[in-house]
């Protein structure tokens, strides 16, 4: 058998796919889900409990994120072949008893015990990110084909954004009522049950094959300096979300929970069928929408700057997301495509992948520290994310290509 070839047999053909579903994809994806249905819990609440729980000190938890980053470089440069005696199959579900630990440790943090729990949760986040992102972004290029490997993108990002109507709404309901314990609790019990679909997950011949020598080497090498960019810039941006964001929502709100849930939940149900009708236009229209939707969606960051009121956050948050819809999908599927034309190396580029989007989230993190000394006004940063997605708008072809 081809061993770049679908490793199972496939389930009926849907309306909206154009060939039969394979039985690894219904795994990942029902992994997403449920993943998704706990971290959705606590998604834009827990960066702003860490920024309470660190003083409301933007710095303090800049250096967090920074801290999981470095951490995440780490074991991504130096430890890549464990995962050939893991196995991807495996690595996954250990992974999901990794972010369930987390989860617990983030349960157990107080203010007098930061400095003895946060290490912890250091480690665990970036061991948590490194046996679960690679496998999984491998076995996703391999159980989609390329006439629907859009539509499985958008699939995937509307079932996360259909939880994510929920969860929001009752994480604040919940942090109202019984406060931040609770959420975590249940949060982490709903984040184990994501180990279940992963046991029926077909497994995947792959073998990363390189050392750290030539891992360097390929970061150096000339014609993979735009792809260093590409996902270095990605990552930079994608830190703006996780936590800068959610903090401003926070001060700007005052702290209202139910109101910061209300409204996420609102800016979520005005995106969930586009990310589907959004899939479908991607396997047609990949280019035109990234270069089309990478200027609005880089205009959403920009709107960010002037919002001022709950209705700012609203409206503003809603046109980023309707925007990023257009954009991030086709975006993704041209990486997973690329990554697909990898062959034998697939593992290989996503690792390289992994890596860069560590290091540009480090390099974001060290600029909010830097620009959080000069000014209070943390809005400011959110220029940033106007110049990363510009710049990705443009190099995003040269990504394409071989990687050997």
């Known amino acids: 058998m081809n061993p770049f ?26 992994n997403r889900i449920i993943t998704n249905i706990g971290t959705g819990l606590f998604s834009i609440f827990l960066p702003i409990f860490l920024y309470i729980t660190l003083g409301e000190n933007i710095r303090h938890l800049a250096f967090y994120y920074l801290a999981t980053y470095l951490s995440s470089l780490t074991l991504i440069a130096t430890l890549p072949r464990s995962l050939n005696k893991f196995g991807f199959k495996k690595a996954l579900q250990t992974s999901t008893l990794i972010g369930s630990f987390y989860y ?59 939880v994510g109507i929920l969860t929001p709404i009752l994480a604040g309901f919940i942090i109202t009522k019984w406060g931040f314990n609770l959420l975590f609790l249940v949060g982490t019990l709903v984040f184990g049950f994501s180990l279940l679909p992963l046991i029926k997950l077909p497994r995947t011949e792959e ?96 709107l960010k700057v002037f919002a001022i009121t709950a209705f700012h956050v609203f409206v503003f948050d809603a046109f980023h997301r ?35 989007i560590y290091v540009g989230g480090s390099l974001m993190a060290i600029l909010i520290i830097l620009i959080s000394l000069f000014t209070e006004s943390i809005n400011w940063i959110f220029i940033l994310g106007v110049i990363a997605v510009f710049l990705i708008s443009i190099f995003y072809k040269k990504i394409q290509g071989s990687f050997i």
């Open 207 to 302: 073998k990363i094959s390189w050392k750290l020598g030539q891992f360097f080497r390929k970061t150096i090498e000339k014609k993979n300096r735009k792809l260093v960019l590409f996902f270095s810039l990605d990552g930079a941006e994608g830190v703006l979300a996780a936590f800068v964001w959610p903090v401003f929502i926070y001060e700007l709100l005052v702290g209202n929970y139910l109101e910061i849930g209300i409204i996420s939940t609102l800016v979520v149900m005005t995106t969930v069928v586009l990310q589907l009708l959004a899939g479908k236009l991607v396997d047609k229209k990949k280019g035109k929408m990234i270069k089309t939707g990478g200027f609005f969606y880089a205009m959403g960051w920009l």
């Open 104 to 162: 617990l440790a983030i349960f157990l943090l107080k203010e007098n015990n930061v400095w003895t729990i946060m290490p912890l949760m250091v480690f665990l986040l970036a061991l948590w990110r490194f046996l679960y992102w690679v496998p999984y972004n491998v076995d996703f290029a391999k159980f989609t084909t390329k006439k629907d490997r859009g539509k499985g993108v958008g699939l995937v990002s509307a079932m996360i954004s259909l």
């Open 322 to 356: 309707f925007m990023k819809v257009f954009y991030r999908i086709p975006l993704d599927t041209l990486v997973f495509e690329t990554a697909f034309q990898q062959k034998h190396l697939i593992d290989e580029f996503n690792l390289f992948r992994q890596f860069f």
């Open 5 to 30: 070839e679908l490793p199972e047999t496939h389930s009926k053909k849907s309306f909206y796919f154009e060939e039969s579903l394979s039985e690894g994809f219904k795994c990942l994806l029902t």
